[in-house]
């Protein structure tokens, strides 16, 4: 990459123009979606405002760059991935309902309902206006969005930083292949280049992937017709005779099948093998030969219960503690197997800071390190002085934390295209302290390194499609503070209608309750987490992901141990989709069409299906919207 023979802007004033007003659009539109069922617009969004602003600035005689088409793609799809979790006034909203909510009330700390124990730079005090007002412009709610902001800036600034270091660690000196970049990178070629050979795979591919979305999404979510149920296939009916408790299926949502197109083969087959591991045998074995080791698994398990329900309590009462161990175990055998690498950014970023051939123009290390420490310090300062957690524990997360989980992740990204998450890794923090509060478990430091993956993901796309890396930063800027003003005033419209949760907002209704449920067990410390399996688990994930490594170096067998990482946590619907999807492209497909042919068209085919499918849904969701809201007009 690093020996490409130039670098392009991308972010001009068309692009910018384009990407505001998609998200203009898109914004209100992925926050309602969520609201009312839970997805967001994402890729289908990015798909249609990066082909009409390629057609609309064909027609007027003036084609967008490649490196234009590329920010407005990129951006959008930062934008359109945005939903009410995202956008940190939500949860100032959630914190109000969390303290009326009466099932909270049951729950205490020291005898004390938890409702009592929120203070009023959380949600506003019981007595407030604000509470039947219903708007995020009162008085009593500067205090919780001035805390939520800090955090949010905080948050932002490291991000920027450890995003910035990773891309060039991963993509200068180590050069990782980040499968899924190429499918970004040979859409936007393929829109501005429209090369005859690859437009004829791309037109193919996305006419077969609006035909399957019209059967998946369109017939089912509009015309109340289902042929194929979404989000998958479920088969533990018919297996749960013989393997009680195991989790099967197929998925049947186009994106893990599209991706699986351009993962490498070692790497899907460490995935359905380490989803296999845990969802499949995994929760069979350990309710058939070890019920007495996770006692509330074998009485909660009940015949009958399919993949979510499986996958929910299997989640809290059997892999909560070991998914944690084996991100850690990942993190640490990353930083060991990368730290020449990791050791060269620094120094090349130390040593070529002016030199914008050899470093893309990113800032020096000194800028970098001082945006990543102000960011993970100031945040554990401030959590200490609100919250009176010990400084130290937060300070290991947010500086010590951040640096492994980020690592571990990026690469893990780089070589299956699939992320890894530690969603309860603070609430594990303070599980095992002595901190007795309600504030310290549901606000955190910032924990940097969250979304510099899915970021590095997108820089190896700039670097294929030779865009300025700064360009991308600044345009990841844009995105983020355009998301996060038009969230405040969609929320706040939203609000303004209904009240939320409410019928108005479905998912809501459900979600809330189970969040403000686990919440009170985690904060109750109802949630058992046994430390013993914890530091097992790191044991047993380090040695698995260094077999795995050492059997693909040495015995070239494909085997990779970061997708085995990815498959303990995707369920195994979608590591088989996956894995089915890479056997077809890197066994079948690549015979058919020969290997190096295959090898650059199999990104056009999968950028086109999920252009068609993103289109569909799109579609889809514009009559769904049209449908819901025709009710809410007063006549």
């Keep these: 990459m690093s020996s490409s023979p130039s670098f392009k802007g991308g972010l001009t004033w068309r692009s910018v123009l384009v990407l505001l007003m998609g998200a203009a659009i898109v914004v209100p539109a992925s926050i309602y979606l969520s609201m009312l069922a839970g997805g967001t617009l994402a890729a289908s969004a990015a798909f249609i405002i990066a082909i009409l602003a390629s057609q609309l600035a064909l027609i007027f005689g003036e084609p967008l760059s ?17 939903n009410a979790a995202g956008i940190g006034f939500y949860w100032v909203i959630f914190r109000m309902f969390y303290v009326k909510n009466p099932i909270t009330w049951a729950y205490t700390i020291d005898g004390t309902p938890i409702p009592l124990r929120v203070p009023d730079w959380l949600a506003p005090p019981l007595g407030s206006s604000a509470y039947f007002e219903r708007t995020l412009f009162h008085l009593d709610l500067v205090k919780p969005i001035s805390v939520y902001l800090a955090f949010t800036a905080l948050y932002l600034v490291a991000e920027l930083a450890m995003f ?19 499918i970004d990178a040979m859409l936007v070629d393929t829109l501005a280049e429209r090369r005859p050979d690859r437009v004829k795979f791309f037109v193919a591919a996305l006419t077969a992937g609006a035909i399957y979305a019209v059967f998946v999404v369109a017939l089912p979510y509009v015309g109340g017709i289902t042929f194929i149920p979404l989000p998958w296939i479920d088969i533990t009916p018919i297996t749960e005779p013989y393997m009680p408790g195991a989790l099967l299926g197929i998925a049947t949502d186009l994106t893990p099948w599209a991706g699986g197109f351009v993962v490498p083969l070692e790497a899907a087959v460490g995935m359905i093998l380490g989803s296999l591991a845990t969802w499949g045998l995994g929760n069979w074995l350990v309710l058939e030969l070890a019920p007495s080791a996770f006692p509330e698994w074998a009485s909660e398990y009940g015949r009958g219960m399919g993949i979510a329900l499986i996958w929910q309590r299997s989640m809290f009462r059997v892999w909560f503690a070991p998914q944690i ?23 090349a970023l130390v040593r070529a800071v002016r030199v914008p051939a050899e470093s893309r123009g990113y800032p020096p290390m000194s800028v970098l390190l001082s945006m990543y420490f102000v960011g993970t310090f100031a945040s554990s300062v401030i959590h200490c002085f609100l919250t009176g957690f010990p400084l130290w524990i937060s300070l290991l997360y947010s500086i010590g934390l951040s640096f492994l989980i980020g690592v571990a992740s990026t690469a893990a990204v780089g070589e299956t295209g699939f992320s890894i998450s530690l969603p309860y890794l603070w609430h594990t923090l303070v599980y095992f302290s002595d901190y007795r509060d309600y504030p310290g478990w549901v606000i955190m430091p910032v924990l940097a390194g969250t979304q510099s993956p899915g970021l590095t993901n997108i820089m190896s796309a700039a670097y294929l499609t030779q865009t300025k890396p700064m360009d991308l930063v600044k345009a990841a800027i844009i995105a983020f503070v355009v998301t996060q003003l038009l969230g405040l005033l969609s929320l706040d419209l939203f609000w303004r209608i209904a009240p939320i949760p409410s019928s108005v907002y479905p998912f809501t209704l459900f979600d809330w309750a189970r969040i403000a449920i686990g919440d009170s067990l985690l904060v109750t410390r109802s949630v058992r987490i046994d430390p013993y399996v914890l530091l097992s688990s790191i044991g047993i994930g380090a040695a698995a992901i260094s077999f795995f490594e050492a059997a693909r170096i040495y015995l070239r067998v494909p085997l990779s141990g970061p997708g085995f990482v990815v498959g303990a946590m995707t369920l195994t619907p979608y590591a088989t989709s996956v894995f089915i999807s890479s056997v077809i492209s890197n066994l079948a497909f690549a015979r058919v069409f020969g290997k190096e042919r295959w090898g650059e068209m199999r990104p056009v085919v999968a950028a086109g299906l999920m252009a068609g499918y993103g289109i569909v849904i799109g579609i889809s969701i514009a009559g769904l919207f049209i449908a819901k809201s025709s009710w809410l007009w007063p006549w």
């Design 66 to 82: 490649k490196q234009e088409l590329f920010i407005v793609y990129e951006a959008s799809s930062l934008i359109a991935a945005a």
């Design 164 to 182: 910035m270091l990773l891309s060039f660690t991963f993509l200068e000196v180590e050069r990782l292949p980040f499968p899924f970049s190429r």
């Design 325 to 347: 161990g084996f991100a850690l175990a990942l993190a640490l055998v990353m930083v060991i197997r990368f730290r020449k690498s990791i050791a060269k950014a620094f120094a």
